[in-house]
């Protein structure tokens, strides 16, 4: 195969792999292409306090999860003190901590987040189980069967004998027969489990559950009792507090278990704080499969510590800076000094922000230069003089951060990442340039590298140019199959078309 | 600014930088030859070794520790030149044409004190003035007594001949003639007249200055219409047989005329320019796509010289 073919064959192999990987990416992973708008996220961190009681203790709390518009992301439950597992048995997953000695009051963090997945939630409608009819008291039991009879009577269907009831119990004018029945409200024994009994007493499936309203920072806010009714060969969820039928779109809900168990400890109760934040579609969509254990995201960048990524964020993007200097040297054909000073210094740019880098960059470059033609008159050896411009540069930019500083600017420090060997190189070269060629002929030169140099930090700060190499490092496959497409491009630059514009001659 | 489509430039035969480098320079120079080119000492001593003409070498200096017996040698030079062997683009070029008790005097008649030239010479041999920053070496050349020919056609600078050489056979050939506003230098884009020259007979054909077509010099208002080469055919010769020292199938020669001993190659170029098109108005694809017709058969320097004035004398 030709050196040529060969290229060709790259460059459609190269295109195939970014392209069916991007795709990939895209539809089966739901990354976004472009940034898009961000969604919420919630971290939520509940908070269980008890009172140990000198020995062994063991707390078991339900994780959330059971269904909810949410998805969760992360879960951190390690406390310091106590052995921590997550405890997995049916539909039930629960975090349990155990201690064997703890005295005096305790507190136990458990902090999820969790992102809204903009779906409607839905029940998984599972056929109950037989029915264990309530035992009540024989003293309520005539109590109860009034005020269920009277309930039923008033109502069609399982959603509003739910209504009826709670109704009659919190009546202003209670009957009798309400007084009686809510006599038997304690707190081992509160509403919504006599709710959910008389429920049962009329053969209707019923049960507790947890729920918790996300809402934008909250304090120490305690789950919410929901009662969910099986009517119809369906379940339905009922608020208790708001008498409000069906799923709620900001409530995250626990299964029909208990929301803490705690042995071994008084006083115990649990409450929530949560925070909400905005998040990109994307961060979401890496965070959410990696959590799922996809092979594609466990062998990439994001697995790598938030600093790391950060590093590479910027690394990412100096492919598609080589990209415009290819573009502007053998496609456009204008000359830049040094082929990849002006990727070096956008990315300077980058650090430091476009305008003050290029004030930055100009006093350097000409005090550099001031201090390079004293230096040419010591007569020193190459290496020493480059050297001390090096040196003399490092201690100009150490000036102006403490005089940028001390003005107000801290933009002045970042000064520090700007390249600054190859500067003193430009330095060095400039300076050749001016006493051989003239101080025009520099300009027309540094002018054409400042120029692509700009080019290159709009390319790399582009919003969306920064999102796709982040969200799709896959892209620099394409991206090389371009550049070696670039480089057996034999066609004319754009310059060469005025370049050689007088050679037409008219037929 | 006006813009040609690419397919007239295609149509009329002009070479772009791109179609240059991959079609001609990366497909007929082989890189291990490059050095041959550009190490100006190995190109000079391939050459005298094939009897071609050079300018004369008084030393050539590798090592710092030579720069104490630099000036013992050069006290029996009144002129000469100071070069990088490996430089690029006339960079770190000093010609020096006389002596006082300081120092050397440059062309211009500026003093250049025995450390300022020290310093120079250093500074050529850790590599500032080489493709990459390696390190290089200083050579010494006798100074080019220029022939008159160029006279009245030039404002300073020291014009010499540039022959782009394909497979061995001249194709095309210019001269490029400083002027007052490209401040002696010889560089067309800084405004030095380039004049194309008649492969056939080393005539003038046309003259351009910042891409237009001028009839006499700018400066000196000499009509280019009277401007010869002498000694063309050995210019030819020279150039064809050059070939043969370095091997390389697409470079250029920069030669010079020297009063006393006639044409001598100054240097060879293994990434010639392009902007000899606008200096002949014509431009160098058909040239050489009908040398890579021609060159299958291994032929003799003359008759290389002679296929190429019969193909692109100017008729």
Not at chain 1, 177 to 198: A, G, S, W
Request: glycine share 6%; charged share 20%; proline share 4%.
């Amino acid at each position: 195969m030709s050196a040529k073919a060969q290229v060709y064959a790259w460059a459609i192999v190269l295109t195939i792999i970014g392209i069916v990987l991007i795709t990939y990416k895209n539809i089966k992973m739901g990354i976004p292409l472009a940034p898009g708008k961000l969604q919420n996220t919630w971290v939520v961190e509940s908070i269980i306090e008890f009172d140990a009681e000198g020995g062994p203790v063991k707390v078991k709390m339900t994780l959330p999860g059971y269904f909810s518009n949410f998805e969760v992301l992360n879960k951190y439950g390690a406390s310091e003190g106590y052995g921590y597992t997550v405890d997995e048995h049916g539909d039930r997953q629960a975090a349990v901590w155990s201690a064997r000695d703890k005295k005096g009051p305790q507190k136990i963090y458990y902090r999820f987040s969790m992102f809204d997945t903009e779906k409607k939630a839905e029940l998984a409608h599972s056929v109950p189980d037989k029915l264990t009819k309530p035992h009540f008291n024989d003293l309520y039991v005539k109590a109860i069967n009034g005020l269920v009879e009277a309930s039923w009577r008033t109502s069609a269907d399982a959603k509003t004998f739910v209504m009826e009831l709670v109704k009659r119990i919190d009546s202003k004018q209670p009957t009798q027969n309400t007084m009686l029945v809510k006599e038997l409200i304690t707190p081992k024994y509160p509403l919504e489990r006599l709710i959910r009994d008389m429920v049962r007493h009329k053969n209707i499936h019923a049960k507790v559950i947890r729920g918790l309203k996300v809402e934008e920072s909250k304090r120490k806010v305690a789950a919410e009792t929901f009662l969910s009714v099986y009517d119809k060969e369906k379940w339905h969820i009922v608020n208790l507090n708001t008498l409000e039928f069906g799923i709620p779109n900001d409530v995250v809900f626990w299964g029909p278990y208990p929301l803490l168990e705690v042995e071994g400890a008084r006083n115990s109760k649990i409450s929530f704080s949560m925070l909400k934040n905005k998040e990109s579609a994307q961060a979401l969509a890496i965070r959410n499969n990696l959590n799922k254990n996809s092979t594609l995201l466990n062998f990439s960048i994001y697995t790598l510590p938030l600093e790391h990524q950060n590093v590479f964020k910027l690394l990412l993007l100096i492919p598609f800076g080589c990209l415009v200097v290819v573009i502007i040297r053998n496609l456009v054909g204008m000359p830049t000094s040094g082929t990849f000073m002006p990727v070096l210094l956008a990315m300077a740019f980058i650090e430091t922000t476009l305008i003050k880098g290029l004030i930055i960059l100009s006093v350097v470059l000409l005090l550099g230069l001031l201090i390079r033609f004293y230096l040419s008159r010591l007569n020193l050896l190459l290496v020493p003089r480059i050297s001390a411009v090096v040196i003399s540069v490092v201690m100009l930019m150490a000036f102006i951060s403490v005089i940028s500083f001390k003005l107000g600017f801290d933009e002045g420090i970042s000064v520090t990442l700007f390249p600054m060997i190859i500067i003193s190189w430009t330095i060095e070269r400039v300076s050749i340039l001016w006493e051989e060629q003239g101080g025009q002929e520099v300009f027309s030169q540094m002018g054409g590298s400042l120029a692509v140099s700009i080019m290159v930090y709009f390319v790399m700060t582009n919003s969306y140019v920064q999102y796709f190499t982040f969200s799709f490092p896959e892209s620099l496959f394409v991206l090389l199959a371009l550049v070696l497409m670039a480089g057996t491009y034999t066609g004319y630059r754009l310059t060469e078309l005025t370049r050689f514009e007088p050679l037409v001659k008219e037929e | 600014m006006k813009f040609a489509s690419p397919s007239t430039l295609r149509k009329q035969g002009i070479l772009g930088m791109n179609a240059r480098n991959f079609q001609f320079i990366m497909a007929s120079n082989k890189r291990h030859f490059y050095p041959r080119v550009d190490d100006k000492m190995q190109t000079k001593n391939l050459a005298i070794e094939a009897g071609l003409a050079v300018p004369e070498l008084i030393c050539c200096i590798r090592y710092n520790h030579q720069l104490k017996e630099l000036h013992d040698v050069l006290d029996k030079h009144e002129e000469f030149v100071v070069k990088p062997t490996k430089g690029c683009a006339g960079k770190g070029i000093i010609v020096v044409k006389g002596k006082t008790e300081e120092g050397y005097l440059k062309a211009s008649g500026t003093l250049i004190p025995f450390t300022e030239m020290n310093r120079h010479v250093s500074s050529i041999l850790t590599g500032l003035y080489s493709l990459g920053g390696q390190r290089d070496r200083a050579m010494v050349e006798k100074l080019v007594h220029f022939t008159d020919t160029f006279n009245n056609f030039t404002y300073q600078g020291v014009p010499d001949i540039r022959v782009i050489i394909y497979k061995g056979y001249p194709v095309m050939a210019m001269t490029r003639l400083s002027t007052a506003v490209s401040d002696g230098k010889a560089n067309l884009h800084q405004g030095a007249v380039g004049v194309g020259l008649d492969i056939a007979t080393g005539k003038a054909i046309q003259a351009v200055q910042f891409n237009k077509v001028v009839d006499k010099h700018p400066d000196t208002g000499f009509a280019f219409d009277n401007l010869v080469i002498p000694d063309w055919d050995k210019i030819l010769q020279l150039s064809a047989k050059s070939y043969e020292i370095t091997e390389l199938g697409y470079m250029g020669a920069d030669i010079v005329l020297d009063k006393a001993r006639g044409p001598l190659i100054l240097e060879l170029n293994a990434r010639p320019g392009l902007s000899i098109q606008i200096a002949n108005g014509c431009g160098l694809w058909n040239r050489l796509s009908l040398i890579d017709g021609e060159s299958k058969a291994k032929r003799h320097s003359d008759e290389r010289v002679a296929f190429a004035k019969e193909a692109f004398g100017n008729k």
